[in-house]
């Protein structure tokens, strides 16, 4: 029986550790990327017992966490959590949630949308979304939504739209910032950025030479840009050769040859 219940024992510990493993490697494994949505509800998006989802960052002195629906009379707008901020005690609040950095391609058009509440205190509360390029607050000074000094006291869809001018990677900051103290909480649901993914173009990689080897001086992948002979060559000398396309002289093949220009022209086309 001993046996038995060590034997239990020790498969119970092995599935409880596997799972805790799964989730953990499920969490790493998950990054944050466009088209983005962020219900908070997915135990994926978190690693261990981390208040916000991987990539968020919360600063400020009551700062926003996950929070399940069934500890607030609010109910989440989708699933069961959402993130919430308790009331500040103290003026001119400044309590931010930086959604992660993703990359966006500049020019695109992307739209950003979430669901605000924010029922208020002793006093209305202020509320902005802005966009930067670093979960800093000294990169935020772009606002795409604000609600200044008022109360929302069912579950409000804001929705803007934000064109990057370069490429790069931007996030939004969810700011509770009312200016008086005795603000009342801040709930925010459903998250989501849409609009173009970003790709990253690879480069070609350089043409290298190799046997068997055939150069008729017309490829242009055979050439870096910054010289006048395929790549691997070089030529020195007063007068040294080039690639050229010669009015009255026709290449063997294609249009290109490698030209010397003396008091006497000389030629060489394929090898």
Not at 121 to 127: D, K
Not at 220 to 238: A, V
């Amino acid at each position: 029986m001993r046996r038995f219940l060590s034997y239990l024992f020790y498969i119970i510990a092995l599935a409880i550790c596997s799972a805790i493993y799964s989730q953990e490697l499920a969490a790493q494994d998950w990054t944050a990327s466009i088209p983005y949505t962020e219900c908070f509800d997915d135990d994926s998006h978190y690693t261990g017992d981390a208040s916000l989802p991987n990539g968020w960052l919360a600063v400020g002195s009551n700062t926003f966490y996950t929070t399940h629906q069934d500890d607030w009379t609010t109910k989440a707008v989708s699933g069961e959590r959402f993130i919430w901020a308790h009331p500040s005690y103290s003026s001119k609040r400044k309590d931010i949630a930086f959604s992660p950095l993703m990359k966006m391609k500049g020019g695109s058009e992307y739209t950003v949308s979430l669901y605000l509440y924010m029922p208020g205190g002793a006093r209305n509360s202020s509320f902005k979304m802005t966009v930067g390029n670093a979960q800093d607050e000294t990169a935020h000074t772009n606002v795409l939504a604000e609600r200044t000094d008022t109360r929302i006291t069912q579950w409000e869809k804001i929705e803007v739209k934000f064109t990057p001018e370069t490429d790069g990677e931007y996030c939004s900051g969810l700011w509770a910032c009312s200016v008086l103290s005795n603000d009342g909480f801040f709930g925010i649901d459903e998250f989501v950025i849409d609009g173009e993914p970003y790709e990253e173009i690879p480069e070609e990689p350089e043409w290298e030479a190799s046997i068997p080897y055939i150069e008729s001086f017309d490829d242009k992948t055979h050439y870096s840009g910054n010289e006048f002979l395929p790549i691997g060559w070089f030529s020195s000398g007063e007068y040294p050769f080039f690639t050229a396309n010669i009015n009255g002289v026709a290449a063997v093949t294609g249009e290109y040859i490698i030209w010397l220009q003396l008091h006497q022209s000389l030629y060489q086309d394929r090898i």
